[in-house]
């Protein structure tokens, strides 16, 4: 059972660029999180979904972010019109249920130029 | 709850010795915890995990233990390693997951 899968690995964008990150939960799981964290610093809380819904947003900015979890396919995580500050490692876990223990993929760092 | 903008508190032992790190949490209505360990560029690792009904579970090495009375949980490594060199995150489940500030934990041989 392969675990998390986050790719790319590595994404460099221009400002102004749209930047698509994807996650791939384990077979079986339902439930996706998607976290931001900069250099020495926490997991910042953006997102929740389930398959095809989103069950909390409260942490991700309300422009230029979305999220979504399709019933076919990986989540993904868009960014759009990129700017500097958005450069941060991004990572995702899954779960198959609520309140079990969430598996984290290797994340995705973002470097915007 | 969640600590954003701060740079991680640090913890430092000598091989061998036990290790505590603690974390607050912040909604006395979570129902579930957990104790990851995160690497320099990988992504946090499950370690250990404890649910409101409980005040105490143990692991290989390692054991939870659970204040709900003061929202406190800790995270006992025993007999400390190199290898457990990292950073250590709380988290909180009610509907989604929260994270706490993290420790970094530093094994001196």
């Known amino acids: 059972n392969a675990g998390v899968m986050q790719n790319p690995r590595h994404l460099v964008r221009r400002r102004g660029q749209e930047a698509r990150l994807r996650c791939s939960p384990m077979?079986?799981?339902?439930?996706v999180y998607w976290y931001r964290q900069l250099p020495e610093e926490g997991l910042k809380f953006m997102v929740y979904l389930q398959k095809e819904n989103i069950i909390d947003e409260s942490g991700m900015p309300k422009e230029r972010f979305s999220a979504e979890f399709p019933k076919e396919g990986p989540s993904i995580l868009r960014i759009q019109q990129v700017v500097r500050g958005d450069s941060a490692a991004y990572f995702c876990?899954?779960?198959?249920?609520?309140?079990?223990?969430?598996?984290f993929g290797q994340g995705t760092r973002l470097t915007v130029v | 709850g969640e600590s954003v903008g701060l740079h991680l508190p640090t913890l430092s032992v000598q091989e061998g010795d036990n290790s505590i790190i603690n974390c607050a949490y912040s909604?006395?209505?979570?129902?579930?915890f957990i104790w990851y360990k995160q690497e320099s560029g990988k992504g946090p690792q499950f370690i250990i995990d404890?649910?409101?009904?409980?005040d105490k579970r143990q692991g290989q090495r390692v054991t939870v233990l659970l204040n709900k009375t003061v929202k406190h949980l800790s995270l006992q490594i025993a007999a400390t390693q190199p290898g457990d060199s990292a950073v250590y995150f709380c988290a909180e489940s009610l509907n989604d997951m929260r994270f706490g500030a993290g420790t970094r934990l530093t094994v001196k041989p």
């Open positions: 909604n006395s209505a979570s129902d579930y």
């Open positions: 077979k079986g799981h339902s439930h």
């Open positions: 404890i649910r409101s009904n409980m």
């Open positions: 876990a899954s779960s198959p249920q609520a309140l079990t223990e969430a598996f």
